[in-house]
């Protein structure tokens, strides 16, 4: 453990400069979205701590998060995976396969017990012990239980690993759920998204690696720096929203001109998640940008949530007065954003109370 | 003999396990065995669902081939309801196909496969000077020069070129030998660097390909922004059914796409022709023709015996699948089948398919055999996916428990993939299979004129059996020929992507900027019952998805992925599958390091979330699905 380098001694071997080490600490501060008064704290972090070992497993997942986690753009991935952490097991990027991968595996958990960072990717399945997701010739359960009791901290990446996703939807056929009952006490970082955005997925990782500590969180134990804002928040287009003025079908002249998307069913008002601050791919595009309605994808069971192109009212108390928000604009954005909320609360109760149905209809 | 088990597969999506039995003697593998050994169960979930919605469901299959799942979900959702998509929907889809072929396949040998061809620590050897040197050998030698004709030129220069010289390569080498001095080897640990065959190729072909591995890896994000633009975000970009949800507006600043949209997307596709033409393709000649030169050139496996692809990229928007629309302007007619290619031109089989065989019941089945599912007694023993019976029978290992693995049982169940069939047969798919139907058509004379794109993949062919002194018939049907095949798909793609680009700016030129077709957006204007198949040439090969629709609702969902063909266990008439005949054509010179068996299941890219079934939690029989094209499609609980 003596041996692995910190950031500084990384820059030093690379003959970098003070100052360009420190301008970099000063980067990583803004990304992480702290103020500039925490720089020194920044630097302090980075000059010293080792680089976290990080181990990384999958469950019932289809490997995008994986695959969002290399898009990353700050920082890229091969300097995360190559001198900010040491990725000793991760299906996609590790050489190692069969055997000695697993030895490996466990060799570091046993050498960095308490100590290291487990990222997990995919829903636990437990229906029949799991036996609907093996790997290594064990359930995935098994193996996550192990992880994660000797881990420093998890993090869920993913609404999968966070609250089951797509195979936890109805019917949920392997009884699919997010790994939080199988985590035991290790503090857990939830980092919703099918997937999560590149940069929220890295810059959590980044976090830990430079503070020595998880970000900190919400209730649901989601980054705040990620996850504080609703997407209908820090919309571009909340200003068409505010003025009522919609894209009545996809395609339509609204639509042409960037006009609200609420009306083609947009989730933007119910989710909290950075696509309208940090964008996709460094400020680039959100589905809402490309025209494209928000589906929620940081939302627990989104998946059961009705139809996508349905916008909530339909699935809750109706924000009558959406349609009539341009004619009494001020007003009605105060009535809107509290119907939002309205409507978010009765669509829980609404899948509840669904739930709670499904079950009984489950057992005759 | 010598039982020799790999699980887990790394480098690839999802979850595989291998077992190979391997004469210890001759190196020879004498059985083989491929498991998929999960399974989620997503079609169960896409019942009842909204079939608008069905695109973002199944997309989630997988997150590697994102977008894949969404077109073929769209595609048989339209031909379901009979839309025709506006043309630049079509171009745009277009796009992002091609998009995800270059990008997926750069990821796959770089970032998924390379590790078995090349060593860090075979790279610490390197002289960082005649690693220079080689990259400007390797340029010279085995950069191909082909392009899409006509196509427009928007970039001054190639902008993405390889550095070659000595002070970078002695850079990336200082940070691997830190990582190897430190102790702390990260995603290089514990893998088989001692096996023979990293000594095949000299240390700076190690060092290039690392060196190129890195920066790959920071490129490949930038490959894929067209699927960012039109929509809205990679992984998991989003589609509508009837077009696509980007609106293209020239006018209006706020619009999803416009010309500075646009020039963001030619940019990436400028890009994805510059790094395929200046790394991948050389890289991979270079890397192939050592291995070929050494006389390595087995691991063929089914290439030699069946081959099955569906044709890519329909030129212009079609009406549908089931009505032949799909095949009537495809760009690539790799729809077909091959059989025996192993006995060269004269003594291979080519068989047509077309939108009949989607029909046909009899044509495309699937069997249960050494699946963990089973079919009630008085059933056929091989079934059409719509009839398909999904009723789990988990058996547990030979050896082990329920939950504890030790051997799985090659002569009873071992895995959760089905097995498909073509007309009782087992096929491979994927580059490789396109790559020999298209030679096989075109030099039976079967194509008549050849498309700009078959015409550039003779060129390819030929091209690269002057750098390995080769017939084709010798080449492709190989492991080295299914990892080169995929790069001369990904050359092709990216010139395809350039290509549909200019059809959309040129579409743009006329005034026309719809990208959906909404008229049959209302669920009131649809049947109370349809059918509807969407199939597309994704990168590990053909894929086709199947949905009936029923009061406005999805009844009834099945896919048949690629890597169900190939990596699914085998059938008792049929024999084994495409994974365990490529296993079971490979030499393996050390048993306990089989990174000869690993490689060659590699060369296939495996995405196993994708390959996995259906099946009902209580493990009941769910539903007996019924289509025919008389009766039409019912459902027998």
């Given at each position: 453990m003596d041996k692995r380098e910190s950031m500084w001694d990384l820059y030093l071997k690379k003959g970098m400069s003070r100052r360009t080490f420190v301008k970099s600490c000063v980067a990583l501060t803004s990304l992480m979205g702290l103020s500039t008064d925490q720089v020194s704290k920044v630097v302090e972090a980075a000059e010293q701590k080792p680089l976290p070992v990080v181990v990384w497993i999958h469950g019932h997942e289809c490997t995008g998060c994986d695959e969002s986690f290399i898009r990353s753009g700050a920082p890229l991935a091969s300097d995360l995976v190559l001198s900010q952490i040491a990725l000793e097991y991760d299906h996609l990027l590790s050489a190692a396969s069969g055997a000695p991968f697993e030895a490996h595996l466990e060799e570091t958990i046993e050498k960095y017990k308490g100590n290291y960072i487990l990222c997990v990717e995919g829903a636990a399945c437990t229906k029949d012990n799991g036996v609907y997701c093996m790997s290594g010739g064990h359930t995935f359960t098994h193996l996550?239980?192990?992880?994660?009791?000797?881990?420093?901290?998890?993090?869920?990446?993913?609404?999968?690993?966070?609250?089951?996703?797509?195979?936890?939807?109805?019917?949920?056929?392997?009884?699919?759920?997010?790994?939080?009952?199988?985590?035991?006490?290790?503090?857990v970082?939830?980092?919703?998204?099918?997937?999560?955005?590149?940069?929220?997925?890295?810059?959590?990782?980044?976090?830990?690696?430079?503070?020595?500590?998880?970000?900190?969180?919400?209730?649901?134990?989601?980054?705040?720096?990620?996850?504080?804002?609703?997407?209908?928040?820090?919309?571009?287009?909340?200003?068409?929203?505010?003025?009522?003025?919609?894209?009545?079908?996809?395609?339509?002249?609204?639509a042409k001109a960037g006009w609200c998307l609420y009306k083609l069913g947009c989730r933007g008002p119910e989710t909290y998640n950075s696509c309208g601050n940090l964008r996709w791919f460094q400020g680039m595009s959100y589905p809402i940008q490309s025209g494209a309605p928000c589906i929620g994808c940081s939302?627990?069971?989104?998946?059961?949530?009705?139809?996508?192109?349905?916008?909530?009212?339909?699935?809750?108390?109706?924000?009558?007065?959406?349609?009539?928000?341009?004619?009494?604009?001020?007003?009605?954005?105060?009535?809107?954003?509290?119907?939002?909320?309205?409507?978010?609360?009765?669509?829980?109760?609404?899948?509840?109370?669904?739930?709670?149905?499904?079950?009984?209809?489950?057992?005759? | 003999m010598k039982h020799v088990v790999v699980d887990p597969v790394t480098r690839i999506e999802g979850h595989l396990r291998v077992e190979v039995q391997v004469d210890e003697a001759t190196g020879k593998v004498t059985d083989a065995l491929s498991s998929g050994t999960a399974w989620r169960g997503l079609e169960l979930v896409m019942k009842d669902r909204d079939p608008r919605d069905a695109w973002a469901y199944i997309q989630r299959i997988c997150g590697v081939c994102t977008t894949a799942h969404a077109l073929g979900a769209v595609r048989a959702v339209e031909d379901a309801l009979g839309i025709t998509i506006p043309k630049n929907a079509h171009y745009i889809r277009n796009i992002m196909a091609a998009t995800l072929t270059v990008q997926d396949h750069i990821v796959h040998f770089?970032?998924?496969?390379?590790?078995?061809?090349?060593?860090?620590?075979?790279?610490?050897?390197?002289?960082?000077?005649?690693?220079?040197?080689?990259?400007?050998?390797?340029?010279?030698?085995?950069?191909?020069?082909?392009?899409?004709?006509?196509?427009?030129?928007?970039?001054?220069?190639?902008?993405?070129?390889?550095?070659?010289?000595?002070?970078?390569f002695a850079q990336i080498q200082e940070k691997v030998k830190a990582i190897v001095e430190s102790g702390q080897l990260g995603i290089f640990s514990a893998n088989w660097w001692d096996h023979p065959d990293y000594k095949l190729l000299p240390p700076e072909v190690h060092l290039l390909a690392v060196a190129h591995y890195l920066e790959m890896l920071d490129k490949q994000r930038e490959l894929v922004t067209p699927h960012v633009i039109f929509g809205g975000k990679n992984p998991h970009p989003h589609y509508v059914v009837g077009g696509m949800p980007c609106s293209i507006s020239l006018e209006d600043g706020n619009a999803p796409v416009n010309t500075a949209r646009l020039d963001i997307v030619d940019r990436a596709i400028n890009m994805g022709r510059s790094l395929v033409n200046n790394y991948y393709l050389p890289d991979l000649l270079a890397i192939g023709s050592a291995y070929v030169k050494a006389g390595r050139v087995d691991g063929g496996g089914m290439a030699k015996t069946c081959v099955l692809g569906y044709g890519a990229y329909p030129e212009e928007p079609f009406s549908g699948t089931k009505n032949g629309g799909f095949f009537k302007n495809l760009l690539i007619r790799c729809n077909g089948v091959v059989e025996d290619f192993g006995k060269g031109l004269a003594g291979c089989k080519v068989t047509e398919v077309n939108g009949e065989d989607f029909a046909d019941r009899k044509v495309f089945t699937e069997s249960v055999d050494h699946s963990w599912y089973e079919y009630p007694a008085k059933s056929e023993a091989a079934l059409n996916p719509w009839d398909g019976v999904t009723s789990p029978k988990y058996t547990g290992p030979k050896e082990g428990s329920a939950t504890e693995w030790k051997a799985l049982n090659e002569t009873g169940k071992y895995s959760w993939l089905k097995t498909p069939k073509w007309n009782g047969k087992l096929c491979e798919v994927g580059p490789l299979a396109r790559y020999i139907i298209i030679y096989v058509k075109a030099k039976k004379g079967l194509l008549g004129e050849l498309t700009w794109a078959e015409k550039m993949m003779m060129d390819q062919i030929d091209a690269v059996s002057k750098v390995l002194g080769l017939a084709p018939e010798v080449w492709l049907p190989t492991m080295v020929g299914r990892t080169a095949a995929r790069a001369l798909d990904c050359q092709l793609a990216a010139e395809i992507n350039k290509y549909f680009f200019d059809k959309l700016i040129a579409n743009l030129k006329t005034g026309d900027t719809k990208v959906a077709s909404n008229e049959k957006w209302d669920p009131s204007t649809w049947p109370k019952e349809c059918e509807g198949v969407g199939i597309y040439e994704a990168p590990r090969g053909a894929l086709s998805h199947y949905i009936a629709i029923k009061d406005g609702k999805t009844d009834?969902?099945?896919?048949?992925?690629?890597?169900?063909?190939?990596?699914?266990?085998?059938?008792?008439?049929?024999?084994?599958?495409?994974?365990?005949?490529?296993?079971?054509?490979?030499?393996?010179?050390?048993?306990?390091?089989?990174?000869?068996?690993?490689?060659?299941?590699?060369?296939?890219?495996?995405?196993?979330?994708?390959?996995?079934?259906?099946?009902n939690a209580k493990g009941e029989k769910i539903n007996v699905i019924t289509t025919d094209p008389y009766s039409g499609t019912h459902v027998e609980k």
């Amino acid at each position: 453990m003596d041996k692995r380098e910190s950031m500084w001694d990384l820059y030093l071997k690379k003959g970098m400069s003070r100052r360009t080490f420190v301008k970099s600490c000063v980067a990583l501060t803004s990304l992480m979205g702290l103020s500039t008064d925490q720089v020194s704290k920044v630097v302090e972090a980075a000059e010293q701590k080792p680089l976290p070992v990080v181990v990384w497993i999958h469950g019932h997942e289809c490997t995008g998060c994986d695959e969002s986690f290399i898009r990353s753009g700050a920082p890229l991935a091969s300097d995360l995976v190559l001198s900010q952490i040491a990725l000793e097991y991760d299906h996609l990027l590790s050489a190692a396969s069969g055997a000695p991968f697993e030895a490996h595996l466990e060799e570091t958990i046993e050498k960095y017990k308490g100590n290291y960072i487990l990222c997990v990717e995919g829903a636990a399945c437990t229906k029949d012990n799991g036996v609907y997701c093996m790997s290594g010739g064990h359930t995935f359960t098994h193996l996550l239980q192990h992880a994660a009791q000797n881990a420093k901290a998890v993090i869920a990446y993913g609404t999968c690993a966070v609250s089951g996703g797509i195979q936890a939807a109805k019917p949920n056929p392997t009884g699919s759920s997010g790994i939080g009952y199988f985590t035991g006490g290790t503090p857990v970082v939830n980092v919703p998204g099918c997937p999560p955005i590149p940069e929220v997925m890295t810059g959590v990782v980044m976090h830990i690696a430079l503070f020595g500590t998880v970000p900190p969180l919400d209730g649901e134990g989601r980054p705040k720096q990620f996850y504080g804002n609703r997407i209908h928040d820090t919309c571009y287009r909340r200003p068409f929203f505010d003025a009522g003025m919609f894209a009545e079908s996809f395609d339509d002249a609204g639509a042409k001109a960037g006009w609200c998307l609420y009306k083609l069913g947009c989730r933007g008002p119910e989710t909290y998640n950075s696509c309208g601050n940090l964008r996709w791919f460094q400020g680039m595009s959100y589905p809402i940008q490309s025209g494209a309605p928000c589906i929620g994808c940081s939302n627990a069971h989104f998946w059961d949530d009705g139809a996508m192109t349905e916008r909530l009212p339909k699935f809750g108390q109706p924000i009558g007065d959406v349609d009539q928000i341009g004619a009494v604009m001020a007003a009605a954005t105060a009535v809107g954003v509290a119907g939002h909320a309205a409507a978010s609360v009765v669509q829980k109760k609404k899948r509840i109370a669904d739930e709670k149905k499904n079950e009984g209809a489950g057992e005759e | 003999m010598k039982h020799v088990v790999v699980d887990p597969v790394t480098r690839i999506e999802g979850h595989l396990r291998v077992e190979v039995q391997v004469d210890e003697a001759t190196g020879k593998v004498t059985d083989a065995l491929s498991s998929g050994t999960a399974w989620r169960g997503l079609e169960l979930v896409m019942k009842d669902r909204d079939p608008r919605d069905a695109w973002a469901y199944i997309q989630r299959i997988c997150g590697v081939c994102t977008t894949a799942h969404a077109l073929g979900a769209v595609r048989a959702v339209e031909d379901a309801l009979g839309i025709t998509i506006p043309k630049n929907a079509h171009y745009i889809r277009n796009i992002m196909a091609a998009t995800l072929t270059v990008q997926d396949h750069i990821v796959h040998f770089y970032h998924l496969h390379a590790l078995d061809w090349v060593s860090p620590l075979e790279a610490a050897a390197a002289d960082p000077i005649a690693t220079a040197n080689l990259q400007n050998t390797v340029l010279n030698t085995y950069k191909l020069p082909f392009r899409a004709p006509g196509t427009s030129v928007t970039e001054a220069f190639e902008h993405d070129f390889p550095a070659a010289t000595p002070q970078y390569f002695a850079q990336i080498q200082e940070k691997v030998k830190a990582i190897v001095e430190s102790g702390q080897l990260g995603i290089f640990s514990a893998n088989w660097w001692d096996h023979p065959d990293y000594k095949l190729l000299p240390p700076e072909v190690h060092l290039l390909a690392v060196a190129h591995y890195l920066e790959m890896l920071d490129k490949q994000r930038e490959l894929v922004t067209p699927h960012v633009i039109f929509g809205g975000k990679n992984p998991h970009p989003h589609y509508v059914v009837g077009g696509m949800p980007c609106s293209i507006s020239l006018e209006d600043g706020n619009a999803p796409v416009n010309t500075a949209r646009l020039d963001i997307v030619d940019r990436a596709i400028n890009m994805g022709r510059s790094l395929v033409n200046n790394y991948y393709l050389p890289d991979l000649l270079a890397i192939g023709s050592a291995y070929v030169k050494a006389g390595r050139v087995d691991g063929g496996g089914m290439a030699k015996t069946c081959v099955l692809g569906y044709g890519a990229y329909p030129e212009e928007p079609f009406s549908g699948t089931k009505n032949g629309g799909f095949f009537k302007n495809l760009l690539i007619r790799c729809n077909g089948v091959v059989e025996d290619f192993g006995k060269g031109l004269a003594g291979c089989k080519v068989t047509e398919v077309n939108g009949e065989d989607f029909a046909d019941r009899k044509v495309f089945t699937e069997s249960v055999d050494h699946s963990w599912y089973e079919y009630p007694a008085k059933s056929e023993a091989a079934l059409n996916p719509w009839d398909g019976v999904t009723s789990p029978k988990y058996t547990g290992p030979k050896e082990g428990s329920a939950t504890e693995w030790k051997a799985l049982n090659e002569t009873g169940k071992y895995s959760w993939l089905k097995t498909p069939k073509w007309n009782g047969k087992l096929c491979e798919v994927g580059p490789l299979a396109r790559y020999i139907i298209i030679y096989v058509k075109a030099k039976k004379g079967l194509l008549g004129e050849l498309t700009w794109a078959e015409k550039m993949m003779m060129d390819q062919i030929d091209a690269v059996s002057k750098v390995l002194g080769l017939a084709p018939e010798v080449w492709l049907p190989t492991m080295v020929g299914r990892t080169a095949a995929r790069a001369l798909d990904c050359q092709l793609a990216a010139e395809i992507n350039k290509y549909f680009f200019d059809k959309l700016i040129a579409n743009l030129k006329t005034g026309d900027t719809k990208v959906a077709s909404n008229e049959k957006w209302d669920p009131s204007t649809w049947p109370k019952e349809c059918e509807g198949v969407g199939i597309y040439e994704a990168p590990r090969g053909a894929l086709s998805h199947y949905i009936a629709i029923k009061d406005g609702k999805t009844d009834n969902y099945q896919c048949i992925v690629p890597t169900t063909w190939s990596a699914c266990p085998r059938d008792d008439k049929a024999g084994h599958g495409a994974y365990e005949m490529a296993m079971m054509d490979t030499q393996v010179k050390v048993p306990d390091k089989p990174l000869e068996i690993v490689k060659v299941v590699r060369s296939f890219d495996p995405c196993m979330a994708c390959a996995t079934h259906m099946f009902n939690a209580k493990g009941e029989k769910i539903n007996v699905i019924t289509t025919d094209p008389y009766s039409g499609t019912h459902v027998e609980k």
